[in-house]
């Protein structure tokens, strides 16, 4: 139920004939409306005060991949800096039984294992795609040469990564976090690298043996 106000004005072009409204709901989420008469579509979106600014360390691209996640359909969702969006439009005789089902969603996601393996993959594809991208070459270098304080810098699209050792080796949780931290700041911020390519990136080298060493020598003593 909406319960803020309702009543702002939305400001469209005059040739604009569609319909809008605009509903926030108790946790402050905010709903879009959108009908179009002539051509007997309905439309809805929900936006999220939440994007790739506020990924944890470590976990750089959890909100692009949240956005896909969700719908397991990346067309219906984008992430940006500071929100992520979801939406869809459909005829306007089903558009209560979809909103109901677009709500689901949110209220009670499934996140199965197979469907969220197939999230990470779509998030590398895009992020591989990327990579053959002039524009998101730049982006990327801008966001390489920002302060590392702040939030822009980070990753923000995602990967899939992957390391293999011997079964039943112990303490790897902490050692593969400093190797993905190690690989998402040496290797993920050069735009110019390949995700099929070796890794060529000297300081990665040299953090990555000093990382293995020292967590031998705790777990060894040697």
């Known amino acids: 139920m909406g319960v803020g106000r309702e009543d702002v004005e939305i400001l469209k072009p005059r040739i604009d004939k569609r319909e809008y409204r ?4 108790r946790n402050s989420l905010q709903v879009l409306l959108i009908s179009d008469l002539d051509t007997d579509k309905c439309a809805a979106s929900m936006n999220v005060s939440v994007g790739s600014f506020c990924d944890p360390d470590g976990l750089k691209g959890l909100a692009h991949f949240l956005g896909i996640a969700y719908l397991f359909h990346p067309t219906n969702a984008f992430t940006a800096s500071e929100m992520t969006n979801y939406f869809f ?20 996601p499934l996140m199965s294992a197979n469907a969220t393996m197939r ?7 895009e992020n591989q795609k990327n990579l053959l991208s002039d524009v998101w070459r730049m982006n990327q270098l801008q966001k390489h040469l920002s302060l590392e304080s702040h939030p822009y810098h980070k990753f923000s699209i995602g990967t899939k990564f992957f390391i293999v050792c011997e079964p039943g080796t112990q303490h790897m949780e902490a050692l593969l976090k400093v190797v993905y931290e190690l690989y998402t700041d040496y290797v993920l911020k050069n735009p110019f690298y390949e995700m099929e390519m070796p890794i060529r990136f000297e300081l990665f080298d040299i953090n990555l043996t000093q990382a293995v060493q020292k967590d031998r020598v705790a777990l060894l003593g040697r």
């Open 89 to 108: 439009d459909v005829n306007t005789d089903c558009f209560e039984e979809a909103l109901d089902r677009f709500a689901q969603f949110f209220i009670k």
């Open 119 to 125: 999230e990470i993959k779509a998030v590398d594809s």
């Open 22 to 25: 605009r509903i926030v709901i």
